[in-house]
């Protein structure tokens, strides 16, 4: 009798309408995620509404997940969501006194509690825990679309893809209102952002600049899906390449030099993508109609705007501070060994190791590599966990490209967006925003396991 209900609570939650309230959930939080999330810092109510806004969909993704077993075959990436998760929830314990005393790192806070007539308190191993605390929150909205989004259809995915980049469109046209109108007016969404230029929904336009170039490979994957003879009729076609268009064209307005350097890559996969696209699909049609218009693209921008982007690459002091200053970031790595100074605390300890020289009006309040930030803030636990993830994303993009079905085409262009995120974190922090751990998340799920074209019929559910 107990297996009788088990298995119908099972049928109940794979059937239609189980998968479309996931559908629906996962959509309403990718919309939320983008409106609302789009600052790392200075935004606590509107980082709280994404957060909350996730937790339907992570209690529903994680219920239908333990019925339908559709955590099977997926042990590895699941372990490895834990381990993130475990590792702030980790560094919040309180320890006992001698033992924290003995901590690397912890001298001067041993001094300042001495000086303060403090004793020895029992302390996490964070020396920011309400910073701690905070990253442990904000693991929810994208854990909550990790989790939902790797047990969608295929079908389900795609138009999820689509929507982040009806989105994405949506946040050039907010971008063109704030460059005609005054700064600090309704649509300048941050009191702290780059002011002058196209933001849409962020406060970073370097994060503006990531978020158009991962689904430049999602617009090049939709073409695939047009049969051949209908390729220059087909809207999917049309609007693809015109979301092409305006990404380039939206960079060059961006002026982000991260944004403007990974472009070549993030078209470079575009086009390989499409060149190893199913022999059924459109390939040589769909190569020669994206390149010429990313030609077209890159040619307007060099005509109208190429000395803004020149003039970005000129030495100034708040753009190449941040490679003068990751030596004294490294130190300070070193400093709090093996454990880090826990997730949140980076602006603390980088500023008992910062140099004068280094001190300016520009506040340093992250790396600029978040490689190197989280080694200072989980120590060798957490580059143990990057190392982990790094060889899972390798295994999952090989398979992802040595796939020939129809459905691998969006869990290569995840792959190529996943490594333009990593490569971009290699000089800012795009996963500290919202929008960007969300989508991140999404893609890791596109990677995570092959998916069926659409919905199972009810008898595979049996």
Request: charged share 15%.
């Given at each position: ?209 990531a978020f158009l170039l991962v689904l430049i490979p999602f617009a090049a994957s939709f073409t695939l899906a047009v049969r051949a003879r209908d390729f220059f009729a087909h809207p999917s076609a049309w609007l693809s390449g015109l979301f092409v268009l305006l990404a380039i064209v939206g960079l060059g307005v961006v002026r982000s030099r991260a944004g403007v350097l990974l472009a070549a890559p993030a078209i470079a996969g575009s086009l390989a993508l499409v060149l190893t696209g199913p022999r059924s699909a459109p ?180």
């Amino acid at each position: 009798m107990a297996g009788q209900v088990h298995n119908d609570d099972a049928r109940a939650i794979d059937a239609p309408a189980g998968r479309s309230g996931l559908f629906v959930w996962a959509i309403l939080l990718l919309v939320v995620s983008v409106v609302f999330g789009g600052a790392s810092r200075e935004n606590p109510l509107r980082l709280a509404l994404v957060e909350v806004a996730s937790l339907p969909l992570l209690g529903l993704a994680l219920r239908r997940m333990a019925v339908s077993g559709a955590w099977r075959g997926r042990i590895w990436v699941l372990a490895l969501l834990a381990v993130a998760v475990a590792i702030p929830l980790a560094q919040l314990i309180p320890l006992p006194p001698d033992l924290w005393a003995r901590l690397p790192g912890r001298s001067l806070a041993r001094a300042a509690l001495d000086a303060a007539g403090a004793g020895r308190p029992w302390l996490p191993l964070s020396l920011a825990p309400q910073e701690t605390l905070g990253a442990v929150l904000a693991l929810a909205p994208p854990a909550a679309m990790f989790l939902a989004a790797v047990q969608l259809s295929a079908d389900e995915a795609r138009r999820m893809a689509g929507a982040w980049m009806a989105l994405a469109v949506v946040g050039l046209g907010l971008g063109i209102a704030q460059l005609i109108t005054p700064q600090g007016g309704p649509a300048w969404l941050y009191a702290t952002t780059n002011y002058g230029s196209l933001v849409g929904f962020f406060a970073n336009r370097n994060h503006e600049a990531a978020f158009l170039l991962v689904l430049i490979p999602f617009a090049a994957s939709f073409t695939l899906a047009v049969r051949a003879r209908d390729f220059f009729a087909h809207p999917s076609a049309w609007l693809s390449g015109l979301f092409v268009l305006l990404a380039i064209v939206g960079l060059g307005v961006v002026r982000s030099r991260a944004g403007v350097l990974l472009a070549a890559p993030a078209i470079a996969g575009s086009l390989a993508l499409v060149l190893t696209g199913p022999r059924s699909a459109p390939r040589w049609r769909t190569l020669g109609g994206l390149g010429a218009v990313a030609a077209a693209a890159i040619g307007a921008v060099a005509l109208f705007g190429l000395a803004p982007i020149v003039q970005r690459f000129a030495p100034q002091a708040d753009a190449y501070s941040r490679f003068e200053a990751w030596p004294f970031v490294e130190k300070a790595a070193t400093a709090y060994l093996p454990f880090g100074a826990g997730l949140g605390a980076f602006d603390r300890v980088y500023r008992a190791v910062e140099p004068l020289k280094l001190v300016t009006p520009i506040y340093f309040n992250h790396a600029h590599n978040d490689w190197l930030e989280i080694w200072v803030e989980t120590g060798w636990i957490g580059a143990a966990a990057l190392a982990v993830f790094l060889a899972w994303f390798l295994v999952a993009a090989w398979r992802a490209w040595a796939r020939r079905d129809p459905g691998g085409q969006l869990a290569r262009a995840a792959s190529i967006a996943v490594f333009l995120l990593l490569a971009h974190s290699l000089v800012d922090y795009p996963l500290r925003t919202t929008t960007l751990s969300v989508f991140f998340a999404f893609c890791c799920a596109l990677l995570a396991a092959p998916r069926a074209a659409g919905p199972r019929p009810a008898a595979a559910a049996r």
